[in-house]
């Protein structure tokens, strides 16, 4: 049989992974990747599997054991407005602060630990944590990393593959925003966010292709799940991945944030994001950029965040200016999701983000100083 008339045929019945679950459209999740600290030095504590067997039970239903023992993952339920999404993440980082306490331990949020090293790294006993092991082999025993996902809801899979088609052109801008690892190692890398060449160790990173409908989404990663190339389609670690099960399109190219005001300000951009994208010109042809220059503006945020210069057409813009132009086209899908404020507030202190201040607290009091600046910011930061 041609080839395709085969994958014709299978799409007939779309398999189980892949049926989209009901969800309520623009209704915002949020995971946040958290580290675990010793107060007494500000190492890594490598104990997630213990903590999380500890957690009160409503805690611990919304928390999860990573890749690495020194991180937990914090999951709000779904929110009509994405800060009331971000109010839970803040009662989740307060609970949570209260659970290590008691454990002599601290927590806090950024895109790398200032000062971890791979060779104290300890992966996690969880099952999918030995998955990833068995497939990734040392690569999973790399530093920690640390991020921040954002999921909205999607009515439809052809709309969430319309919308990660769209999202595909905001991922570098939301990199800039979000950048907040500017340490490895102990040293100072010049990068924004040296989170994003750590995780692209990995395979089946970075910004994925366009695909032409969730028809050719769903054949070309059945493909790859039939052959066992790896176990499910969670594995697949995009910058931007439709999640069918909870029927949500996931942002997941953003650092950690410090704070749970930066947190808020870039849930309500990704919002509003997907409100004008697909309620403004839901058939219009997506703007075009070719993937070396999507690519290589993906770069250049990592590299230098909000002092990046994107590639657009023949011009180099501004990632400010950028922003500033997103934020104003979408001022009214932003008041109709209650918003606004926080993307005045992005647009307002984006030229002195996470990255910039860890480096400026680094050079004045030391990176202990810093990742102690963190944690004490874990619950309650400053304004910023």
Do not use: K
Not at 64 to 89: C, F, I, M, S, W
Not at 200 to 214: D, E, I, K, M, N
Not at 220 to 235: G, K, S
Not at 322 to 348: I, K, M, S, T
């Amino acid at each position: 049989m041609e080839l395709r008339t085969m994958r014709r045929a299978r799409s007939v019945g779309i398999p189980a992974w892949a049926e989209w679950a009901r969800s309520e459209p623009y209704t915002v999740g949020i995971e946040e990747e958290v580290m675990l600290l010793h107060p007494e030095d500000w190492r890594l504590a490598h104990q997630g599997d213990q903590i999380l067997a500890s957690l009160p039970d409503e805690l611990a239903r919304q928390s999860a054991a990573e890749t690495h023992q020194g991180t937990l993952e914090l999951a709000t339920v779904p929110h009509v407005r994405a800060l009331d999404a971000a109010a839970e993440v803040g009662r989740l980082r307060q609970s949570l602060a209260d659970a290590l306490r008691d454990r002599g331990l601290a927590g806090a949020c950024a895109g790398t630990h200032p000062s971890a090293v791979w060779n104290d790294t300890e992966v996690s006993s969880r099952e999918r944590s030995r998955l990833v092991y068995a497939s990734m082999r040392e690569l999973a025993r790399r530093e920690p990393t640390f991020a921040l996902h954002v999921h909205v809801g999607v009515a439809g899979a052809d709309s969430a593959l319309v919308l990660q088609n769209r999202l595909r052109l905001h991922l570098p801008l939301l990199l800039a925003v979000s950048a907040n690892s500017p340490f490895w190692q102990g040293r100072n890398t010049g990068l924004a966010s040296t989170r994003i060449p750590i995780f692209q160790a990995f395979p089946r990173t970075g910004v994925p292709r366009a695909f032409l409908s969730y028809e050719d989404y769903v054949d070309t990663v059945d493909q790859l799940l039939r052959c066992e190339a790896f176990p499910a389609p969670t594995f697949l670690w995009w910058d931007v991945r439709p999640q069918p099960r909870l029927g949500t399109v996931e942002v997941r190219i953003m650092d950690s944030q410090t704070t749970v005001v930066e947190t808020a300000a870039l849930a309500a951009l990704i919002q509003t994001i997907a409100h004008l994208e697909l309620e403004e010109a839901p058939t219009d042809p997506a703007p075009t950029l070719s993937d070396e220059a999507l690519h290589e503006n993906r770069f250049l945020a990592a590299r230098d965040g909000m002092d990046a210069r994107f590639i657009d057409s023949e011009w180099r813009v501004p990632a400010r200016l950028a922003l500033a132009q997103l934020v104003q086209a979408g001022r009214e899908h932003a008041q109709q999701l209650g918003c606004e404020d926080a993307l005045d507030h992005l647009a307002e202190t984006a030229g002195h983000g996470g990255a910039a201040r860890q480096v400026e607290i680094a050079e004045r009091h030391g990176l202990d100083a810093l990742t102690a600046r963190l944690s004490e910011w874990f619950v309650s930061g400053p304004a910023v």
